[in-house]
């Protein structure tokens, strides 16, 4: 998505350890015109998919879910995450390990929100290991929802997780791919 990729080279930071901040528009202050832009480019590419529940998880991956589903008219479902691992039996639970905090979350769904009727599209705002999305795929397949695609909107494509999701069928779109992107000159790539 070229107005994605334009505004990464504006205002995207090139950090050490492979880490792209985007807090100026995507992860803390958000460029609301341009999450529009990105909702709609969702449903575009997963018109033809009978999404009737959007999964994401806090607290980045909410704001562009939340625009989105107003473009799939469905409700968002926002996978916690739980401070401690008081389990009682009404929740999904999974564990997720954050590549950005180096931390192992426990994360959950209440049973309420997530049951086989469900068809799901996951929304995240990046994509590396592919932690998050396994641990929210964990969390479908617990409920017995179906899955019918991963949105992403930054996928780092040198990290394993979107190439990984591919080789076992899912149905992985990232708005902007990054092939390489270098600490010292700042220099970022995309895949096209
Ligand atoms: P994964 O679980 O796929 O390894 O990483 C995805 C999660 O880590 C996302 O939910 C995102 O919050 C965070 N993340 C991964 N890479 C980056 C990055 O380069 N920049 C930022 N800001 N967050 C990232």
């Known amino acids: ?33 341009l999450f529009n832009e990105m909702g709609k480019e969702f449903k ?12 994401t998880i806090e607290a980045s991956g909410i704001g562009i879910a939340c625009i989105a589903a107003q473009y799939f008219q469905v409700p968002v479902v926002f996978a916690k ?15 997720i390990e954050s590549f950005t905090h180096k931390r192992v979350y426990d994360v959950i769904v209440s ?11 996951i929304i995240d705002d990046f994509l590396a ?27 780092k494509g040198q990290q394993m997780g979107g190439k990984l999701l ?3 069928g899912y149905h992985v779109e990232s708005l902007a791919i990054i092939e390489h992107m270098d600490e010292k000159t700042g220099e970022i790539c995309f895949r096209h």
């Open 1 to 33: 998505m070229e107005l994605l990729e334009k505004k990464i080279q504006k205002d995207g930071i090139v950090k050490a350890g492979n880490v792209l901040k985007v807090d100026h528009f995507l992860n803390h202050q958000m460029d609301i015109a």
């Open 44 to 55: 575009r590419l997963f018109a033809d998919r009978p999404v009737n529940k959007i999964l």
């Open 81 to 95: 995450k739980a401070q401690s691992i008081n389990i009682d039996g009404e929740v999904y639970s999974t564990k």
């Open 111 to 121: 049973r309420k929100c997530l049951g086989p009727e469900d068809h799901i599209l």
């Open 129 to 155: 290991n592919g932690c998050a999305v396994n641990g929210l795929l964990e969390l479908i397949e617990s409920a017995g929802a179906s899955v019918e695609g991963i949105g992403i909107v930054i996928e």
């Open 166 to 168: 591919r080789e076992k």
